[in-house]
């Protein structure tokens, strides 16, 4: 993929669901048999079938065997949290519901409905706008960049601050790194008793890590010519906050 001159600010809901559905590493299903989580047990396929392995003895295999072929009788749930500690770090759930199929030694999920659900409300996403869709060529590298720009470079993190709204920097004690995808960088601007998200994007979108860096020179360029606001108030924090 390379650089395009028609693009938008942020990813679709489809393409974001599947950037979830791609960096997920754990699922809980529920079933008949019950609620059960599983953790390394899924794989996805290039359209965005979900396959599973779980344990013979597993409720879910009697439940794919006796429920009936077509009718919705699971929900898949995937969880899409930041990695850097922030206040709320869930920043998206997806919620996939369908049936289970047996294929050899494993369950594989037949969707009938696509569900993200992010800060700004759910969204029903299109089952062919779902299995066309791809993830965000950052998601599977997201986390260790994230922690890395928040570990190491917090002066950086604090240079682009310089390109939000003053208004949105009223009050706050700590900004951190919350998202990257291709389209641009997503900070978490928390306050004594509440934060706010502020989206920087990319000139262009970044097609993979190297031309991430480029595009956070451009950003960290247009910051250190930017006024510097108001020195934000620091304090120390533990934890989530």
């Known amino acids: 993929m390379g650089d395009s001159q028609t693009w938008t600010a942020a990813p679709s809901a489809a393409e974001r669901a599947r950037s979830v559905l791609a960096a997920a590493w754990s699922c809980s299903v529920t079933a008949e048999g019950g609620r059960e989580e599983f953790v390394g047990a899924h794989t996805v396929a290039e359209d965005g079938q979900v396959l599973l392995d779980v344990p013979e003895d597993s409720a879910l295999v009697t439940a794919a065997i006796c429920a009936p072929r077509g009718e919705p009788s699971a929900v898949l749930e995937f969880a899409d949290v930041a990695p850097v500690p922030v206040r709320k770090r869930i920043r998206a759930r997806l919620w996939m519901a369908g049936w289970f199929t047996r294929e050899e030694e494993r369950l594989a999920f037949r969707a009938t409905r696509v569900v993200l659900r992010q800060p700004s409300g759910a969204v029903v996403v299109g089952l062919d706008e779902f299995a066309a869709a791809v993830p965000d ?100 924090t533990d934890g989530d906050g």
């Open 137 to 236: 060529p950052l998601a599977l590298a997201e986390a260790q960049l994230l922690t890395h720009l928040a570990d190491c470079h917090a002066d950086a993190v604090e240079r682009l601050t310089r390109l939000v709204e003053p208004d949105s920097l009223h009050g706050a004690v700590r900004v951190q790194p919350l998202a990257v995808d291709r389209h641009g960088l997503t900070l978490r601007i928390e306050r004594a008793r509440a934060h706010g998200d502020v989206r920087l994007a990319f000139h262009r979108p970044a097609d993979d890590v190297a031309q991430l860096t480029e595009r956070m020179h451009v950003l960290l360029t247009q910051a250190s010519a930017a006024s510097c606001p108001r020195s934000l108030l620091r304090q120390r």
